[in-house]
């Protein structure tokens, strides 16, 4: 089983930026993916950012050029630091891994940018 925990998000202003840790705790494969998806209001959970253990990234079109991820292989954790901020980012964000067959979602975190 594995346990994912997001740092506390937050209110930012438009254009400011915001970086959000997730840990994971568990039985962690020496392969895995982490990331970034994200649910606004009324909408579908989409992909954000993800990195795997072989630094292979992916992130969504919305996010591309803003957002950065980068992981700590380490210590299990995942980092999304969020630039240029604006309202349409506003979302609860949730850390994901991937491993073997399983996935595995955070609780979940709220990003508020104030326009």
């Known amino acids: 089983q594995v346990q994912l925990v997001e740092s506390r998000g937050g209110v930012v202003q438009a254009g400011g930026r915001l970086t959000l840790s997730c840990a994971a705790s568990?039985?962690?494969?020496?392969?895995?993916?982490m990331g970034w998806y994200r649910q606004a209001p009324g909408k579908q959970r989409e992909l954000v950012a993800t990195?795997?253990?072989?630094?292979?990234?992916t992130y969504g079109d919305s996010v591309r050029g803003r957002f950065t991820v980068s992981r700590n292989n380490a210590d299990d954790k995942v980092f999304l630091q969020m630039n240029g901020l604006n309202p349409e980012d506003t979302a609860v964000y949730y850390c994901?891994?991937?491993?073997?067959?399983?996935?595995?979602w955070g609780r979940g975190t709220q990003v508020t940018v104030s326009s």
């Open positions: 994901n891994l991937v491993q073997g067959v399983q996935t595995y």
């Open positions: 568990g039985t962690i494969f020496s392969f895995n993916i």
């Open positions: 990195m795997s253990t072989r630094n292979k990234i």
